[in-house]
């Protein structure tokens, strides 16, 4: 090569990429104006003149991938190729990602998904694993006690106790049903009846919605399984939030804040219950309608058989990184729907047809797009029964459109979090590269 000040139009140029000789014309390099190899004889620090070269301490596969391009004013990229660390060194060179082919924006952007999805499988296992590493340096019996409570995995006898929690959990919630059904009902006394006409007076109900409620009395031992049940279940919430290393982590959680107050209601609703007969003033039947029904939150609590299951959360983390295609479809369901509602009214609203109205006609075309067809409602004349044809046809075919994609990215998930366990489990929480925190 001629010396640096002798650059000219038919100069070669040398550059060692880690090693491996890369030659070409010093025209080659200036494809792209704006890169660092465009004005490489200003990169003097990288000057060997004694080989006669520039040396970089960089990729020379990804490299060879940037010198092709400048050759044929595309960048093309091999379906190998990582593309957050090609982008990178598309960085390091100054050559604009605008010029990659289209044929390789899949390869060049298919890691930022990735990326996103790996941080959202590994957020709870990194704050589950560093909790439990934080714990190395509390004392033994209240490692041994979290452990104990909150990770089925840790012992034998763990799983024991996360399997009888998750047994109560199924069991409260069979018998809060149970207290729908007539058999395991009482009647109720002359005191609880007439709180009960209070309370139908208060909600502005009818005597029939009375005589319904009168029968809705649980009988006394399920009113008491589902305390005992409750009872346990509140008790291994407050010590796991005893011995938890990390308390304000732990109650941080809008799951666990919900149950919180899902317990309390139910406590304070089933003294009040208990003593029924003694709400005698309107404030008093208020406050316990209003701990009834907030009693409902503790139904969250089966969010706490998720944690048991991994498989709940692949597939939460599916549906929510699947919100654009499941965007699509809702705003496609309902196209059809106002489309083949509004039809079948006008094919049917001269033949005295249960369907009498536009919003009938919606109802039905949105039961026959999703395939679940009650059959309340359907045509009588023969161009209603294309319709049903057509309008069921399509349902099949907007529903099936976004499957492929929800069940690819599920396939994603389970992957990265098999994968993210078992290096947590080897190597810790702290292992995990920040580029994927």
Same mark, same amino acid.
């Given at each position: 090569?001629?010396?640096?000040?002798?650059?000219?139009? !038919?100069?070669?140029?040398?550059? !060692?990429?880690?090693?491996?000789?890369?030659?070409?014309?010093?025209?080659?390099?200036?494809?792209?104006?704006?890169?660092?190899?465009?004005?490489?004889?200003?990169?003097?620090?990288?000057?060997?003149?004694?080989?006669?070269?520039?040396?970089?301490?960089?990729?020379?596969?990804?490299?060879?991938?940037?010198?092709?391009?400048?050759?044929?004013?595309?960048?093309?990229?091999?379906?190998?190729?990582?593309?957050?660390?090609?982008?990178?060194?598309?960085?390091?060179?100054?050559?604009?990602?605008? *010029?990659? %082919?289209?044929?390789?924006?899949?390869?060049?952007?298919?890691?930022?998904?990735?990326?996103?999805?790996?941080?959202?499988?590994?957020?709870?296992?990194?704050?589950?694993? *560093?909790?439990?590493?934080?714990?190395?340096?509390?004392? =033994?019996?209240?490692?041994?006690?979290?452990?104990?409570?909150?990770?089925?995995?840790?012992?034998?006898? %763990?799983?024991?106790?996360?399997?009888?929690?998750?047994?109560?959990?199924?069991?409260?919630?069979?018998?809060?049903?149970?207290?729908?059904?007539?058999?395991?009902?009482?009647?109720?006394?002359?005191?609880?009846?007439?709180?009960?006409?209070?309370?139908?007076?208060?909600?502005?109900?009818?005597?029939?919605?009375?005589?319904?409620?009168?029968?809705?009395?649980?009988?006394?031992?399920?009113?008491?399984?589902?305390?005992?049940?409750?009872?346990?279940?509140?008790?291994?919430?407050?010590?796991?939030?005893?011995?938890?290393?990390?308390?304000?982590?732990?109650?941080?959680?809008?799951?666990?804040?919900?149950?919180?107050?899902?317990?309390?209601?139910?406590?304070?609703?089933?003294?009040?219950?208990?003593?029924?007969?003694?709400?005698?003033?309107?404030?008093?039947?208020?406050?316990?309608?209003?701990?009834?029904?907030?009693?409902?939150?503790?139904?969250?609590?089966?969010?706490?058989?998720?944690?048991?299951?991994? %498989?709940?959360?692949?597939?939460?983390?599916?549906?929510?990184?699947?919100?654009?295609?499941?965007?699509?479809?809702?705003?496609?369901?309902?196209?059809?729907?106002?489309?083949?509602?509004?039809?079948?009214?006008?094919?049917?609203?001269?033949?005295? =047809?249960?369907?009498? !109205?536009?919003?009938?006609?919606?109802?039905? %075309?949105?039961?026959?797009?999703?395939?679940?067809?009650?059959?309340?409602?359907?045509?009588?004349?023969?161009?209603?029964?294309?319709?049903?044809?057509?309008?069921?046809?399509?349902?099949?075919?907007?529903?099936?459109?976004?499957?492929?994609?929800?069940?690819?990215?599920?396939?994603?998930?389970? =992957?990265?979090?098999?994968?993210?366990?078992?290096?947590?489990?080897?190597?810790?929480?702290?292992?995990?590269?920040?580029?994927?925190?």
């Amino acid at each position: 090569m001629e010396p640096l000040s002798g650059f000219n139009r !038919n100069s070669n140029i040398r550059i !060692n990429i880690c090693g491996t000789i890369f030659e070409c014309h010093s025209e080659t390099l200036k494809r792209f104006k704006e890169s660092k190899l465009a004005h490489i004889k200003r990169q003097t620090n990288h000057y060997d003149s004694v080989r006669n070269e520039y040396y970089f301490d960089r990729n020379p596969y990804m490299f060879n991938a940037i010198l092709d391009a400048c050759r044929k004013g595309t960048i093309h990229l091999p379906r190998d190729m990582c593309g957050a660390s090609f982008s990178e060194e598309l960085k390091f060179w100054d050559v604009s990602p605008s *010029h990659v %082919a289209p044929c390789c924006w899949e390869a060049l952007y298919r890691n930022e998904s990735d990326v996103v999805k790996i941080r959202k499988v590994t957020k709870y296992l990194r704050c589950d694993a *560093h909790m439990i590493e934080d714990v190395q340096s509390i004392a =033994s019996w209240r490692k041994k006690l979290w452990l104990f409570f909150d990770d089925p995995s840790s012992s034998v006898n %763990a799983m024991i106790w996360g399997s009888f929690i998750s047994l109560l959990i199924v069991m409260s919630t069979i018998t809060e049903a149970l207290q729908t059904l007539p058999t395991f009902t009482v009647n109720l006394t002359e005191s609880e009846t007439r709180v009960l006409i209070e309370i139908v007076k208060l909600l502005g109900l009818e005597n029939s919605t009375a005589a319904n409620l009168e029968a809705l009395k649980p009988h006394p031992y399920l009113l008491y399984t589902d305390a005992c049940c409750h009872l346990l279940l509140t008790v291994d919430f407050l010590l796991t939030f005893m011995v938890c290393p990390r308390k304000r982590m732990y109650m941080f959680s809008y799951i666990r804040i919900i149950v919180l107050f899902g317990y309390i209601s139910f406590w304070i609703a089933f003294m009040m219950e208990i003593h029924l007969e003694s709400l005698t003033t309107v404030a008093s039947i208020r406050t316990y309608m209003a701990f009834k029904y907030l009693s409902i939150l503790q139904l969250t609590r089966l969010c706490y058989l998720v944690k048991r299951i991994p %498989a709940f959360n692949i597939m939460i983390y599916t549906f929510l990184s699947s919100l654009q295609e499941l965007k699509v479809l809702m705003f496609m369901l309902g196209i059809l729907m106002f489309i083949f509602g509004f039809i079948m009214f006008i094919a049917e609203m001269f033949h005295n =047809s249960k369907i009498d !109205n536009v919003f009938v006609a919606m109802y039905w %075309a949105l039961i026959t797009l999703t395939t679940v067809g009650y059959g309340d409602y359907y045509p009588d004349t023969a161009f209603g029964h294309v319709i049903a044809v057509t309008c069921a046809v399509c349902g099949v075919l907007v529903l099936a459109l976004p499957i492929g994609i929800i069940a690819s990215s599920y396939y994603t998930y389970c =992957s990265y979090q098999q994968y993210a366990a078992t290096h947590i489990r080897r190597y810790g929480a702290n292992s995990i590269n920040d580029d994927s925190d």
